[in-house]
């Protein structure tokens, strides 16, 4: 009974790059993909979602933690903000990262203040763009491995006198390492395949701020 669905589903993600191939030029691929424009934004994406993946393991572990364990008011209200980015259009995200880091933003205008240097339209604005979008999937992961192992382990160590930073660091930690090796790797897809925000935000400056999928439109 599982498999015509799973056929279907499986169709509905092959037939589209089958598709794609079969109306591509194949005979321009070799020279497009070693292109210097191509190896530059191949380069530049590895780079910037390999640093946005950085970014969203410091910040998405400790965020993780805080919405599988908390038990303040609020914490729904936080978990659905944290989840924004899966739901809002990537275009939108990039502009509410230019109304929040751009030359008359609240922030930006801090930045520009006390760096004398704008965030939009640099490799940094790819970064934060990427994290912005991948974070996400880093915390639901991390967060539902949390949530199905439960706090019983933590519960234990708490009891027989370890700090919290040990309990975070022998018992919390391991629990999770299974869940973060997935969260990572589908951050750094999701950063790695990031079009709207980055455009939108960084702009597509060759060298600077043109990553793979922006040179594949601008190829295109």
């Known amino acids: 009974m599982l498999w015509p669905p799973a056929i279907c589903a499986l169709a509905l993600v092959v037939l589209p790059v089958v598709g794609l191939l079969v109306r591509s030029d194949l005979s321009r691929f070799p020279s497009l993909i070693t292109s210097a424009s191509s190896l530059n934004a191949l380069k530049l994406s590895l780079v910037t979602a390999g640093l946005s993946t950085v970014a969203c393991v410091l910040f998405g572990v400790p965020l993780a933690v805080v919405l599988a364990r908390s038990g303040a008011r609020g914490v729904r209200v936080l978990r659905a903000v944290v989840l924004l980015p899966l739901v809002l259009p990537p275009v939108v995200g990039g502009l509410a990262l230019l109304y929040l880091l751009g030359r008359k ?80 790797v589908l951050s750094f897809a999701r950063a790695l395949g990031e079009f709207g925000a980055t455009i939108t935000f960084a702009g597509s400056l060759e060298g600077v701020t043109r990553t793979l999928p922006l040179e594949v439109y601008t190829q295109a």
């Not at 203040?113 to 912005?132: C, N, R």
């Not at 192992?149 to 006198?161: M, P």
């Open 105 to 184: 933003g609240f922030l930006g205008v801090l930045v520009t203040a006390l760096t004398g240097e704008q965030v939009p339209f640099t490799t940094a604005a790819v970064v934060i763009a990427q994290t912005f979008v991948a974070m996400p999937f880093l915390v639901v992961s991390l967060e539902g491995a949390l949530r199905g192992a439960g706090d019983r382990y933590e519960r234990v160590a708490s009891t027989l006198g370890a700090k919290p930073w040990t309990v975070f660091r022998r018992v919390t930690l391991p629990l999770l390492l299974p869940a973060l090796g997935s969260g990572i």
